[in-house]
């Protein structure tokens, strides 16, 4: 079957092309693209006035499965994923049981294949149990197709163990991502530290408890040679040091998400649990340091941080509630409507941080619409208004702050090797 795109605008990083041209796909793979290509094909997608992309790729998702199914599956999340135009999404591991050996990374792979819409790829624990005390297996797991490991959730704090593990992940060439929060800091707070928490009579967290980690993870990663990826970064003197970091040459990367470049702790209203996450909505100042630090190319990944979680976990306490958001089927309107149409980022530059530099970062052979490519492209209208509605989420969570927001930028279909998994909203099974 040959599938032709035509007339769009296509925005490929890769090769550096931004502009009007058709695509011709036949067998899961990019054949040919050109102006007013004349191949017949046996089905045509007219995308003028829209961007054509290569698919985008989200470093850090949280599917849930196996145990905690009521929140998502990989069926389910994997399909939010496509109605996002995500078309590669990669899962931590913190799950019951953890990701932490080969077993595990089988198993999600495995269950990609039978029920996922997308391409699936996890990421193994640093720790067994992700306790903190022993190293998984890490060899084990990148064998079986771990493509990095984290502790998201919660920090290595001993610093030696997570030295030894950057040593085993240089080994292998595959990330360490790093999400950093030192506990002791952190001391029971549930937002940021700040006049809005103080206003609220609820307990802050302090940048500083985001920072240290990061400061002691570059120095691991300078002395052990690790590729280094700093998970959720959000505050201002967070990425000062990442910026010191890669002006001394070291190799550093980090993503910064959609909610954290959009939103800051002022729009922690009536104890909205949406608004609780984990690093908290910081001050505007620390905002804005973000969307200059995806600007600057300081930070070259947007990842979603998908995090679903039920209506009755969300709707009680601000204290007692979880942190987290779901966010994969809002990222490119955010993106696009705060970032593009905000004037901090070209088009160029937000499919780079969605697509071809998350793809770099785990060593993945996508995120290019060069022919011979395989074809996962997504297809948007940029210029389309939409309200965003939790109800109609493919993804089980609903828990977003976003609900009922006007954005601007519709996700039109989403191509997974080739086939069509998502047309105007309505997934192709």
Known sequence: MKLLIRGGRVIDPATKTDEVMDLLIEDGTIIARGKALTEMADQVIDAQGKWVTPGLIDVHVHLREPG???KETIHTGSKAAVMGGYTTICCMPNTDPVVDNEIMVEYIKMKAAREGYCHVLPIGAITKGQEGKELANIGRMVKAGACGISEDGKSVMDAGLLKTAMKYSKMFDIPVMSHCEDKSLVGGGVMNAGTQAQLLGLKGISNDSEEVIIARDILLARATGARLHLCHVSTKGGIALIEDAKRHGQEVSAEITPHHFTLCDRDVLDYDANTKMNPP???MDDVLALRQALKDDVVNIIATDHAPHSEDEKNCEYERAPFGIVGLETAF?????????????TPMQLIAKMSTNPARLIHLDKGSLEVGKTADISIFDPEAEVVVCAADFASKGHNTPFDGWKVQGK???TIVDGQIRM???VIQE
């Open 68 to 70: 905690y199914e009521y």
């Open 423 to 425: 047309a105007e909203g």
């Open 333 to 345: 309107a955010l993106g696009n409507t705060v970032l593009v149409q905000g004037g901090w980022l």
């Open 411 to 413: 996700v039109c279909y």
């Open 281 to 283: 909505l910081r001050s």
